[in-house]
């Protein structure tokens, strides 16, 4: 028997291009995230830069500018400079009563050597309306519309009282 795969983890919505250039100021890392076809959700960005929750930046900005003093490791006379960043997005549902969808979106964790990088820009290829609303369920979307009622396989299913 094979091993088990994780349907969930490989939704094209988890897709990614990372871009590395090295521009602007060198004392800091610039990370731009764009979405898929100018979508903007209500989602909050966060970044943890080596495993260190003490480091790590919550915002809703789609650009953030990171002191490398402050956040991450510098280099050092023998060492190389890489930092493990760690890439999530939260359903931003805070004041909403209730949320029945997806909360957390683990995209990546990489090793980025920010001597020579100091300009991400993260593009989610396919972080779209359909991927963040809507729940994976045997390969195909469900949405759910409310408490007594989904959407799935263009059919609407209603809670049995």
């Not at 510098?74 to 930092?83: M, P, Q, Y």
């Not at 020579?116 to 759910?144: A, S």
Request: charged content about 25%; aromatic content about 14%.
């Amino acid at each position: 028997m094979g091993e088990p795969t994780d349907k969930y983890l490989k939704q094209k919505g988890f897709e990614y291009e990372l871009k590395k250039e090295n521009k602007l100021s060198h004392d800091s890392l610039y990370i731009s995230v764009t979405f898929a076809n100018d979508y903007e959700p209500n989602v909050m960005l966060n970044f943890t830069f080596n495993n260190n929750n003490s480091k790590s930046i919550e915002t809703e900005k789609t650009l953030i500018v990171v002191p490398k003093s402050k956040h991450l490791w510098v280099k050092s006379s023998n060492s190389v400079n890489r930092n493990h960043i760690y890439f999530s997005i939260n359903a931003n549902v805070s004041g909403i009563h209730l949320y029945k969808s997806r909360i957390l979106f683990k995209i990546f964790e990489e090793d980025i050597d920010t001597e020579n990088t100091n300009y991400l820009t993260i593009t989610l290829l396919n972080f779209d309306r359909c991927f963040f609303e809507f729940e994976p369920l045997d390969k195909e979307l469900i949405y759910i519309n409310n408490s007594s009622q989904l959407l799935w396989k263009g059919d609407t299913w209603k809670k049995q009282q």
